[in-house]
T-cell receptor
Framework: GAVVSQHPSRVICKSGTSVKIECRSL??????MFWYRQFPKKSLMLMAT?????????EQGVEKDKFLINHASLTLSTLTVTSAHPEDSSFYIC???????????FGPGTRLTVL | AQTVTQSQPEMSVQEAETVTLSCTYD???????LFWYKQPPSRQMILVIR??????QNATENRFSVNFQKAAKSFSLKISDSQLGDAAMYFC??????????????FGKGITLSVRP
């Protein structure tokens, strides 16, 4: 149980375009979803926390207008990278936590490359 | 604020041998969770083991066990009978005990473990 999927697994886009990444909890209701960014051989950096039906809470230094997060249902959260630039290229990971669980469950990640 | 420190960036172990990965943390809380996560080349984060701070007994999961020293704020992971599939990046993580929706994980920098055949 407790499976989290992400789509797409890889995306390449041109500079200036927007990209949407989906995170879904497949077999449980995710009251909270977390979005992380990870550079090669580095740790996960928390970008924001989203609760279903409310605005996301962004970590210090993360531009909320740049990284739009929506958590419209208990099984889906989306991260939209707006006006992407090459420096936004990274590996983005989501995780989800549901009521009664003591741990977060991680998605497989999305590799974003901005040309 | 809580911090998690993994001071060794890399380690290597011979197949079938035992290796210990170190982690220290800093917190003013008395109750919390500690985790070890494995991230293989696929980059899927996999939970290896979890320890509740209020439990004195060290957690074990098959070949994986921890040495939890609460007073010293130390949480090391021992991998016994190392296998080639254990090669990965390992992250130590801390989470407050309260189960509020926004209880966040704090990760260490990670350690890359290689396994020599």
């Amino acid at each position: 149980g407790a499976v989290v999927s992400q789509h797409p697994s890889r995306v390449i886009c041109k500079s200036g375009t927007s990209v949407k990444i989906e995170c879904r909890s497949l077999d449980f209701q995710a009251t909270t979803m977390f979005w992380y960014r990870q550079f090669p051989k580095k740790s996960l950096m928390l970008m924001a926390t989203s609760n279903e039906g409310s605005k996301a809470t962004y970590e210090q230094g993360v531009e909320k207008d740049k990284f739009l997060i929506n958590h419209a249902s208990l099984t889906l959260s989306t991260l939209t990278v707006t006006s992407a630039h090459p420096e936004d290229s990274s590996f983005y990971i989501c995780s989800a936590k549901g009521t009664g669980y003591n741990e977060q469950f991680f998605g497989p990640g999305t590799r974003l490359t901005v040309l | 604020a809580q911090t998690v420190t993994q001071s060794q960036p890399e380690m290597s172990v011979q197949e079938a041998e035992t290796v210990t990965l170190s982690c220290t943390y800093d917190t003013s809380e008395s109750d919390y969770y500690l985790f070890w996560y494995k991230q293989p080349p696929s980059r899927q984060m996999i939970l290896v083991i979890r320890q509740e701070a209020y439990k004195q007994q060290n957690a074990t999961e098959n070949r994986f066990s921890v040495n939890f020293q609460k007073a010293a704020k130390s949480f090391s992971l021992k991998i016994s009978d190392s296998q080639l599939g254990d090669a990965a990046m390992y992250f130590c993580a801390y989470r407050p005990f309260y189960t509020g929706a926004n209880s966040k994980l704090t990760f260490g920098k990670g350690i890359t473990l290689s396994v020599r055949p």
